[in-house]
């Protein structure tokens, strides 16, 4: 499973976000500035379709909101 975290570092809820996969110690998640990376903005929108982070990106499927992204990593161990 690919997981994506499309992110920026001084966003209160990627925060909440990035406490959580410290917490579950989750190494599985690749981390996307949209601040640092245009590149990264733009898959941002095209396929999420609106700017707004966190986004996780599920094997290419946008998951949004803090605690919805923190509850699917809860129920979803990091697979070893």
Do not use: N
């Not at 733009?42 to 707004?52: A, F, H, T």
């Amino acid at each position: 499973m690919k997981l994506e975290l499309y992110k920026f570092d001084t966003c209160p809820y990627c925060v909440r976000v990035f406490d959580a996969i410290k917490r579950l110690g989750r190494t599985d998640i690749e981390m996307h500035d949209v601040m640092k990376s245009e590149e990264d903005f733009k898959r941002l929108m095209e396929i999420g379709g609106k700017d707004q982070v966190p986004c996780l990106f599920i094997d290419g499927k946008p998951l949004y909101e803090s605690l919805d992204i923190i509850d699917w990593l809860e129920k979803h161990p990091q697979e070893k």
